[in-house]
């Protein structure tokens, strides 16, 4: 079995404080992934990375950064947070290769972040 | 421009019946489709998929129907069980430049089963 975890369920953090929020994935994937779910909006992916060190723009990448120095572990990062970053994060990860399987994702339980 | 598109923001129906949720794309160069099912305060979770070479993925009371000429597909779940009242995300691939693959997602259907 799949098993992603997220480093916190629920954070409550003030506006400016820097954030990081830890994903672990025990799967030995290669691909891991951040996204960010509001109401009426759906899943909407923040940065994704394909490999240690690597990391690429998703659809919103503004104000988020990311880390990838270990292959299992991918770190979000708020460098200052805002009232408007106040979501469900959501980690992912998929083992990469050529099509099919490989492209499922699996997801981590999420952090509800609240932004004040 | 949304690539992924689940029309009905929510759909009641009865305990035993038949759920239909529907997904239509635009994008002709996804070739792997997938659902996903979230709980409140829960991640998503994987659901069933099928490839674009397939129009039909059953598994258990779950049937995924891809409809490609008319960039359609649509989750069967029957009979439906209170159980399944979730948020429902329906997900397109398409290979990204260095080879791997982004999803797409749609922005969910939230179905209730009624006792």
């Known amino acids: 079995d799949v098993k992603v975890t997220q480093s916190s369920r629920y954070l409550v953090k003030r506006t400016g404080e820097k954030v990081f929020l830890e994903c672990v994935q025990d799967?030995?994937?290669?691909?891991m992934f951040w996204y960010r779910q509001d109401p009426g909006l759906g899943l909407r992916l923040i940065y994704f990375?394909?490999?240690?060190?690597?990391?690429e723009k998703g659809d919103i990448p503004e104000g988020y950064s990311v880390s990838r120095e270990k292959k299992e572990r991918f770190s979000l990062i708020l460098e200052s947070a805002s009232t408007n970053q106040t979501s469900m994060y959501l980690c992912?990860?998929?083992?990469?290769?050529?099509?099919?399987?490989?492209?499922?994702?699996?997801f981590g339980p999420g952090t509800r972040l609240l932004v004040l | 421009d949304q690539q992924v598109k689940q029309n009905s923001p929510s759909l009641s129906v009865q305990e035993g019946r038949i759920s239909i949720l529907n997904c239509d794309y635009t994008n002709s160069m996804f070739d792997y489709f997938l659902w996903y099912k979230k709980y409140p305060a829960e991640g998503p979770t994987f659901l069933i998929s099928i490839s674009s070479i397939k129009d039909k993925n059953e598994d258990g009371r779950f049937t995924v129907f891809l409809n490609k000429s008319a960039k359609h597909l649509s989750l069967h779940i029957v009979p439906s069980q209170p159980g399944d009242s979730a948020v429902y995300f329906c997900a397109a691939s398409a290979r990204w430049e260095a080879g791997s693959y982004q999803l797409t997602f749609g922005k969910g259907t939230k179905l209730s089963v009624i006792p």
């Open positions: 992912a990860s998929s083992s990469g290769g050529l099509a099919g399987s490989q492209e499922t994702q699996y």
């Open positions: 990375s394909y490999d240690v060190k690597m990391k």
């Open positions: 799967m030995d994937h290669e691909n």
